[in-house]
């Protein structure tokens, strides 16, 4: 028989090591922890907890080691969310910048090619008018007066001209002047506009890359609390009930637990493939330009696919937003097939990010090559059913519609980005055979 003595004392040791160690965890910043588990401490074996069930002192020394542990995994996992969310929400925030930005750009740059298109038209008109004058008073005067400067009017009046061209000549080169003037103008413009893009860019980039660490941090905290938080609660009770379970019993607990899951997922899963099955089954009994409501589940001949049902409830482009009242660029194409629906990835691809995006909530974006990806926003929470660093197919289901984030109802915010730029997803869609409305 071992004594109590020595029991009690190096159970106070090994929680006086643990209670330190999990201080030290809560108080580091999420970002800067190790990549290893914030909790590869020593957790007590149900051999520690049966050598102290009949010891008083030693039942307290472990109880209180078990419900440090427990306050632990929970902090750690609180502290790696409430980073993620964060991190989402900067990065959520960098990416409308950029957005915004660029969308201006490109409006800026539509302007100056419009404005050279019109000058270049003011200046054949001009030219045209100077030709005509010229084959009736010298036939070098088309080029004198474009390349004369200053001295066009002075050369007009010595012809005799002036007062004939006074109101046409004069006024349409003064004219195709101002307008390449306003083009030159707005070009300079989409020029610093675009170079302000790179720093826009870039900022996006890294905040995405921010909130991609913080997610997998904040699902490894979540991982590490699910495998053990229900084994120390069972070693506590254990403690506190003065009951025998073994480490055996707890065993078997957990797997019926297991099986039982993994029979409802298997029944949950036949479920879906039936229904998705019957909806495949009908759309090729009765074609249509419109996929079934629950979203497509085979790509077209482009190799894409509608990511969801239900009828286009908001279109890219700006408006006030519902949910702030901003004046605002919506990135996407908002779905509206109701909740809990299935989505889908448009396009076969990996998963980049999985997690807490700011205003999008939920949100999911995939690679899907070329220099293309596409987003998927306002997910159900728990209805994320891939990882970051997961391959896709074309039509396979990756998350459920829901209402989280700036949302006012279930829906699916849909994005589609070339070069990382938003688009207007649903010509893009269109011109691939998966119309989105």
């Known amino acids: 028989m071992p004594d109590s003595r020595s029991t009690i004392g190096t159970l106070a040791t090994r929680v006086t090591a643990i209670i330190t160690a999990l201080a030290i965890v809560v108080s580091v910043t999420v970002l800067g922890q190790a990549t290893q588990s914030a ?3 020593d957790y007590p074996t149900w051999g520690d907890v049966q050598a102290a069930r009949n010891n008083v002192k030693a039942k307290e020394v472990q109880i209180t080691q078990l419900d440090a542990l427990l306050a632990g995994l929970q902090s750690e996992v609180s502290a790696t969310q409430a980073m993620a969310e964060q991190k989402g929400a900067e990065w959520q925030a960098a990416q409308q910048k950029f957005d915004e930005s660029s969308f201006k750009a490109g409006e800026l740059q539509k302007q100056a090619d ?18 005509r004058l010229a084959r009736a008073g010298g036939s070098d005067l088309s080029a004198r007066l474009f390349f004369n400067g200053g001295g066009s009017k002075s050369l007009l009046s010595q012809l005799g001209l002036a007062s004939m061209v006074k109101d046409q000549s004069a006024g349409l080169y003064e004219k195709a002047t101002q307008d390449q003037k306003s083009a030159q ?3 300079d413009q989409a020029v610093v506009a675009k170079d302000a893009l790179k720093v826009l860019s870039d900022a996006a980039q890294k905040a995405l890359e921010e909130a991609a660490a913080a997610s997998e941090k904040a699902a490894a905290a979540l991982k590490e609390q699910d495998g053990n938080k229900e084994r120390l609660e069972a070693q506590r009770a254990v403690l506190v009930d003065n009951s025998a379970i073994t480490e ?23 479920k879906a493939a039936a229904q998705a099955q019957a ?11 419109r996929p079934a409501g629950n979203g497509g589940t085979s790509a077209s001949p482009s190799g894409w696919v509608r990511p969801t049902g239900g009828h286009i409830s908001s279109p890219y482009g700006w408006r006030v937003n519902p949910y702030t009242g901003d004046h605002a660029l919506h990135a996407g194409t908002d779905l509206a097939p109701g909740c809990n629906a299935p989505i889908v990835a448009a ?5 980049i990010f999985a997690g807490y995006n700011g205003g999008y909530g939920n949100f999911i974006l995939l690679d899907n090559g070329d220099g293309i990806s ?6 159900v929470n728990g209805g994320i059913l891939v ?3 997961e391959q896709v197919s074309a039509g396979q289901q990756i998350a459920r519609v829901g209402s989280t984030g700036h949302s006012t109802g279930c829906h699916l915010h849909f994005e589609v980005r070339p070069g990382g730029t938003a688009i207007d997803a649903a010509p893009f869609m269109a011109a691939r055979g998966a119309p989105l409305g």
């Open 39 to 41: 909790f590869a401490v």
């Open 114 to 131: 419009l404005a050279k298109a019109k000058a270049a038209k003011s200046k054949q008109q001009a030219g045209q008018l100077a030709a």
């Open 374 to 379: 596409t987003g998927y926003g306002h997910i």
């Open 185 to 187: 103008a707005l070009t």
């Open 347 to 351: 396009h076969s691809g990996v998963v």
């Open 279 to 289: 909806a495949a089954d009908y759309a090729a009994a009765h074609p249509s330009p």
């Open 248 to 270: 055996a019993d707890f065993n078997t607990g957990v797997q019926v637990r297991a099986k039982a899951a993994a029979e409802a997922e298997a029944a949950a899963q036949a």
């Open 387 to 389: 990882s970051a660093g």
